[in-house]
């Protein structure tokens, strides 16, 4: 299979302290092609990537590219070659536009930039691969899916002619995924290579040709997808069966937890992005928010959480009118929060992970007697949370940074479900994880409710929203299309609610 490959990495070995991240790895790619590379958070497969793109060098091993040995020392000696890369957790500056960072770096615009030919260029990459953003907005103003578009296109901007995307689905719509990789097969058709890591197999089945399998910084498996099923894929990825069913009672409780009536909001430009929300929330029950990145979802998560005000409208919790209350008071009421980055607003990647253990309970007298933090006590917590949440790491004293996805989204959760909170507001809590840590998490929400908490789910996730929703409320422009129950509701109505059909509209259709 290495024979002519566009891409052929060999025998490559990467260490960190204490870790061995890489493991004698072979990784060939043709051109023409989508590659899939498999393996649970920790496999190796961000590291091997990051090796193919210059930012790591490797130990051991050798890259070669069209039949050329390089020696990639700098992620621009892989631009120059054609490499580029689309990472889970975004390289954007997040005071700049959309333009400026598209183009940042490159020397090909010359000494002075034309925003004018700049922004026409984009637009174009816009329109051919549906993937549309506004050149001007700043990325702070942008949703995370937003975002992920800006990197997409700032690669093809570059002309990649190895395209490596991490994640690339994971806060699209189901049409979406499909209008993205019907792009990306135009682009293998073009001659180029596209390397695609994802945890959803079922994905994997319905695009990818080749597929490689990390477990344990190993290259354990390389399979055509006709030759393969999803039930291998998982097994090779975790190494064992996955656990069977979720197990979710019928809830029947009708105690009221949260309730809007009428809310609006604005977003961060000024302009409306709630507009008349009403809703309730039961105990023990998980309500779904279903919809296209960029309709409002952040924004209701933030209001819910005390982090956005409310234009107009009322917010009840427990009965209590908390409209005007503040993020902390809204934690001291019982609600916890599991926000969409969780390395950027959930927790504080320079801080060790003791401390981004009781960034929410620093105040209590069990951690803070009198004037000081008790460190002892701080990092018994720690321990407790690490031990019972499966969190894996090597020391406590390590910062979150250099933990995976899977990890950190599991300290988050640590802390989060360990306050014991009445409602829990979880956004995208699984995205970027492997199939492991996705059936953990979602194991953990379900155990939550079927305990009595209340979960609001922001997912644009069909199948999980599917597998974890009592009832499912569709958004678009900030509006409520339809709340459904999730024993009524279809994938085909939900994804028209979706694009802007009101669920009378649907159920006339």
């Given at each position: 299979?290495?024979?002519?490959?566009?891409?052929?990495?060999?025998?490559?070995?990467?260490?960190?302290?204490?870790?061995?991240?890489?493991?004698?790895v072979?990784?060939?790619?043709?051109?023409?092609?989508?590659?899939?590379?498999l393996?649970?958070?920790?496999?190796?497969?961000?590291?091997?990537?990051?090796?193919?793109?210059?930012?790591?060098?490797?130990?051991?091993?050798?890259?070669?590219?069209?039949?050329?040995v390089?020696?990639?020392?700098?992620?621009?000696?892989?631009?120059?070659q054609?490499?580029?890369?689309?990472?889970?957790?975004?390289?954007?500056?997040?005071?700049?536009?959309v333009?400026?960072?598209?183009?940042?770096?490159?020397?090909?615009?010359g000494?002075?930039?034309?925003?004018q030919?700049?922004?026409?260029?984009?637009a174009?990459?816009?329109?051919?691969?549906?993937?549309?953003?506004?050149?001007?907005?700043?990325?702070?103003?942008?949703s995370?899916?937003?975002?992920?578009?800006?990197?997409?296109?700032?690669?093809?901007?570059?002309?990649?002619?190895?395209?490596?995307?991490?994640?690339?689905?994971a806060?699209l719509?189901?049409?979406?995924?499909?209008?993205?990789?019907?792009?990306?097969?135009?682009?293998?058709?073009?001659?180029?290579?596209?390397?695609f890591?994802?945890?959803?197999?079922?994905?994997?089945?319905?695009?990818?040709?080749?597929?490689?399998?990390?477990?344990?910084?190993?290259?354990?498996?390389?399979?055509?997808?006709?030759?393969?099923?999803?039930k291998?894929?998982?097994?090779?990825?975790?190494?064992?069966?996955?656990?069977?069913e979720?197990?979710?009672?019928p809830?029947?409780?009708q105690?009221?937890?949260?309730?809007?009536e009428?809310?609006?909001?604005l977003?961060?430009?000024?302009?409306?992005?709630?507009?008349?929300?009403?809703?309730?929330?039961?105990?023990?029950?998980?309500?779904a928010?279903?919809?296209?990145?960029?309709?409002?979802?952040?924004?209701?998560?933030?209001?819910?959480?005390g982090?956005?005000?409310?234009?107009?409208?009322?917010?009840?919790?427990?009965?209590?009118?908390?409209?005007?209350?503040?993020?902390?008071?809204?934690?001291?009421?019982?609600?916890?929060?599991?926000?969409?980055?969780?390395?950027?607003?959930?927790?504080?990647?320079?801080?060790?992970?003791?401390?981004?253990?009781?960034?929410?309970?620093?105040?209590?007298?069990?951690v803070?007697?009198?004037?000081?933090?008790?460190?002892?006590?701080?990092?018994?917590?720690?321990?407790?949370?690490?031990?019972?949440?499966?969190?894996?790491?090597?020391?406590?004293?390590?910062?979150?940074?250099?933990?995976?996805?899977?990890?950190?989204?599991?300290?988050?959760?640590?802390?989060?479900?360990s306050?014991?909170?009445?409602?829990?507001?979880?956004?995208?809590?699984?995205?970027?994880?492997?199939?492991?840590?996705?059936?953990?998490?979602?194991?953990?929400?379900?155990?939550?409710?079927?305990?009595?908490?209340?979960?609001?789910?922001?997912?644009?996730?069909?199948?999980?929203?599917?597998?974890?929703?009592?009832?499912?409320?569709?958004?678009?422009?900030?509006?409520?299309?339809?709340?459904?129950?999730?024993?009524q509701?279809?994938?085909d109505?939900?994804?028209?609610?979706?694009?802007?059909?009101?669920?009378?509209e649907?159920?006339?259709?």
């Amino acid at each position: 299979m290495s024979a002519g490959a566009t891409l052929a990495m060999r025998k490559i070995t990467k260490r960190f302290p204490g870790v061995l991240a890489n493991d004698r790895v072979d990784f060939y790619a043709q051109h023409g092609e989508i590659h899939a590379l498999l393996g649970e958070n920790g496999a190796g497969k961000s590291t091997l990537m990051n090796i193919l793109t210059g930012l790591y060098w490797p130990d051991e091993g050798e890259i070669s590219i069209r039949g050329e040995v390089v020696n990639f020392r700098a992620p621009r000696d892989a631009v120059l070659q054609g490499v580029g890369m689309v990472h889970q957790h975004f390289r954007l500056v997040r005071s700049f536009t959309v333009a400026e960072n598209i183009t940042l770096g490159m020397r090909q615009e010359g000494f002075w930039w034309r925003p004018q030919v700049v922004e026409q260029k984009i637009a174009t990459l816009a329109a051919t691969y549906g993937m549309a953003v506004e050149p001007k907005a700043k990325i702070w103003q942008l949703s995370v899916g937003e975002q992920q578009r800006v990197e997409i296109m700032k690669m093809l901007y570059r002309g990649a002619q190895i395209l490596i995307l991490d994640e690339p689905t994971a806060v699209l719509t189901p049409q979406e995924v499909k209008e993205l990789f019907r792009n990306l097969r135009q682009l293998a058709e073009s001659g180029k290579t596209v390397i695609f890591i994802t945890h959803k197999l079922h994905e994997v089945m319905a695009y990818a040709d080749r597929i490689t399998v990390l477990r344990n910084g190993r290259s354990v498996a390389v399979r055509e997808k006709a030759e393969t099923s999803i039930k291998e894929l998982a097994h090779l990825m975790v190494g064992r069966e996955l656990s069977p069913e979720i197990s979710k009672p019928p809830n029947t409780n009708q105690q009221e937890i949260l309730r809007l009536e009428g809310v609006c909001a604005l977003n961060d430009r000024g302009l409306p992005s709630l507009r008349n929300v009403s809703l309730t929330v039961t105990k023990g029950e998980i309500i779904a928010f279903a919809g296209v990145a960029g309709n409002g979802q952040r924004e209701l998560a933030e209001v819910v959480t005390g982090l956005r005000p409310i234009t107009t409208g009322r917010f009840w919790l427990h009965g209590q009118d908390v409209t005007s209350c503040s993020a902390r008071q809204l934690i001291d009421a019982g609600v916890g929060h599991i926000p969409e980055d969780r390395k950027g607003m959930g927790l504080v990647p320079n801080m060790a992970i003791m401390e981004n253990a009781i960034l929410k309970s620093y105040r209590d007298r069990s951690v803070c007697p009198g004037y000081w933090l008790d460190h002892k006590a701080i990092r018994q917590r720690a321990e407790q949370l690490v031990t019972a949440f499966g969190v894996k790491t090597a020391t406590l004293d390590s910062p979150v940074r250099l933990m995976s996805g899977g990890n950190l989204q599991k300290l988050l959760l640590a802390r989060e479900v360990s306050a014991g909170p009445d409602l829990i507001i979880a956004v995208y809590p699984v995205r970027g994880l492997d199939v492991a840590a996705t059936e953990y998490i979602h194991q953990l929400l379900v155990e939550q409710r079927n305990q009595g908490t209340s979960i609001l789910l922001v997912s644009e996730d069909l199948d999980e929203i599917f597998k974890l929703a009592d009832r499912v409320a569709v958004i678009f422009e900030g509006q409520i299309m339809g709340i459904l129950p999730i024993k009524q509701a279809n994938l085909d109505e939900v994804g028209l609610m979706m694009a802007g059909a009101r669920a009378s509209e649907v159920a006339l259709g």
